[in-house]
């Protein structure tokens, strides 16, 4: 077992000024690409993500540290196309194609399950095996209101074939029973693809849930982008496909510098219970401006798919740079919704930096920021996978992306710091800092804090009790630079007992206080 972090976090420390979020590499051994990430949303502290091949990764401190370990499944075995999920108990699913021992290369869809946050996985199950045809590019979700496992996938009759008489379909199957059990695979699309893996071959395919328990899904081929519902848990379909958008360029386009690329829908519904509830979004990126400036794209729906919004471009960049390789996800409590996508605006060459993109209107407008600490500068003859991830819950915020610089891949998250999402666009306050929630809170033993400074200035971190005395501090009159700022406590380390207790950030005149509570 192996444990990775970017940084100590025992130490205070301030990113850079252009840095605004902590990045935590998780792994750097290894060719590791395409990662996933899920947060559980009963406890944000627990993340379990993977890569390909094998690589599977959890966290139970929201992200600070990884433990890194290689996935195994001895009968079916273990090839790539990670997708992480969690259900109502708080059991992970690591879904992947497959190389079994006996069978064919990627002939099934494989579901492997773990019950301590990804420490230990079974062997798993599988659903799609169908004589020798591949079965690739799957995606899950679990409905919360039944704890039912919903997974889409695209089924090759050849991989790769130039034969027209080979197709590519996508197939759906569903579990009740925790992932021991999947339905019979059925074709759900209406129109089927080649077998080229192109432009023409039908993939994306990323299912949803309704507010209604429908099940959503669209995905990408000849047609364009084109969706599909089931309003009774997958049993039946629509006869006829609903186009969305045309595809302009296709979805499988060149970028400099990347092996090859795709702009691959991603499909998602707010149930938050705000005012958006119920909107299906889908994002993607395509090149309708040219292959020199692809951008990023996002179309929604309030009437359960059966009319879509013309595309709105979510990078706010000028014309001209590339963005592209996007995954979009939607915090269920707040409704907002969150992007993350490869951005070379700051650019003439290929170097590269990761963006994000924040929505808090139902995808009205957008707020750029970028997250990467320093930018990578990739070559296209090392595979550098197909897709991103980010999960949120409650405001806890974790992207997930590949890193390629000078020949070595690597695989990163960020601490997305809730308030710096809202201030770097904000008009300026009068206050010079903004003082975040710890995070977790409550704990037992260890939480974070985190603050931004507008301008220089002599601050102050003090953890005070409920009597109004002070029982710690962290940072005493220090002058700091403008700039965001972690800073990791231990309850132990100051003899504090469990309680209700408020820290404060003083400068200039100034005090921002917020509670937080140790648990015994």
């Not at 994306?204 to 669209?218: I, L, Y």
């Not at 149930?271 to 400036?293: A, K, M, P, V």
């Not at 650019?347 to 707020?367: I, P, Q, R």
């Amino acid at each position: 077992m192996k444990k990775i972090t970017l940084y100590s976090i025992f130490s205070f420390f301030l990113l850079s000024a252009f840095a605004q979020h902590q990045n935590v590499v998780i792994t750097d051994t290894g060719t590791p690409e395409e990662p996933s990430i899920y947060i559980n949303p009963k406890n944000t502290d627990q993340l379990v993500g993977g890569a390909n091949i094998n690589n599977v990764f959890s966290s139970d401190d929201g992200g600070f540290t990884w433990n890194v370990e290689a996935l195994v499944s001895p009968e079916y075995g273990v090839w790539g196309d990670p997708c992480l999920i969690v259900d109502t108990a708080g059991s992970y699913y690591f879904f992947h194609l497959s190389n079994p021992q006996s069978g064919s290369w990627i002939d099934r869809i494989v579901c492997q399950k773990s019950t301590d946050n990804g420490q230990t996985w079974n062997d798993g199950s599988y659903m799609g095996l169908n004589g020798n045809k591949a079965q690739d590019k799957e995606w899950a979700i679990v409905d919360w209101a039944n704890n039912n496992i919903y997974v889409t996938w695209t089924q090759f009759d050849d991989y790769g074939s130039p034969n027209p008489d080979d197709i590519s379909i996508i197939l759906f199957s569903k579990s009740t029973d925790g992932g021991m059990n999947w339905s019979e695979a059925v074709k759900i699309n209406e129109v089927d693809g080649d077998c080229i893996d192109s432009d023409n071959t039908t993939e994306g395919a990323v299912p949803c849930v309704g507010s209604n328990g429908e099940v959503f899904v669209s995905w990408a081929g000849p047609l364009g982008i084109v969706f599909d519902k089931s309003l009774d848990g997958g049993e039946t379909w629509l006869e006829n496909d609903i186009f969305v958008t045309d595809f302009p360029g296709g979805w499988a386009y060149d970028i400099p510098g990347i092996s090859r690329c795709n702009g691959l829908p991603i499909t998602i519904c707010d149930l938050s219970g705000g005012e958006n509830h119920g909107t299906i979004y889908i994002n993607w990126s395509d090149q309708r401006n040219g292959t020199d400036d692809t951008d990023v794209w996002m179309v929604k729906s309030t009437d359960a798919g059966e009319t879509w919004t013309e595309p709105v471009r979510v990078n706010d960049d000028p014309a001209g740079r590339q963005q592209f390789f996007t995954w979009m996800t939607i915090d269920q409590v707040t409704g907002n919704l969150y992007f993350v996508f490869y951005d070379r605006r700051n650019y003439s060459d290929n170097n590269t930096d990761v963006f994000m993109a924040k929505s808090v209107d139902g995808g009205e407008t957008f707020v750029n920021f970028k997250i990467s600490e320093s930018p990578f500068l990739p070559y296209s003859s090392v595979f550098f996978g197909d897709y991103n991830n980010i999960t949120a819950h409650d405001g806890v915020i974790r992207p997930i992306w590949t890193r390629l610089h000078e020949g070595q891949l690597s695989v990163w998250t960020a601490i997305i710091s809730l308030f710096t999402t809202d201030i770097e666009t904000a008009d300026e306050p009068a206050i010079p800092f903004a003082l975040d929630q710890n995070y977790p809170n409550p704990f037992k033993e260890t939480t974070h804090f985190s603050f931004k400074l507008k301008k220089t200035s002599i601050i102050s971190l003090k953890i005070i009790d409920l009597f109004g005395r002070e029982v710690a501090t962290m940072i005493n009159k220090k002058t700091l630079q403008p700039g965001v700022y972690f800073e990791h406590f231990s309850a132990s380390t100051y003899n504090i007992p469990p309680g209700v207790y408020y820290f404060s950030l003083t400068g200039d005149n100034q005090r921002q206080v917020r509670k937080m509570i140790i648990e015994d």
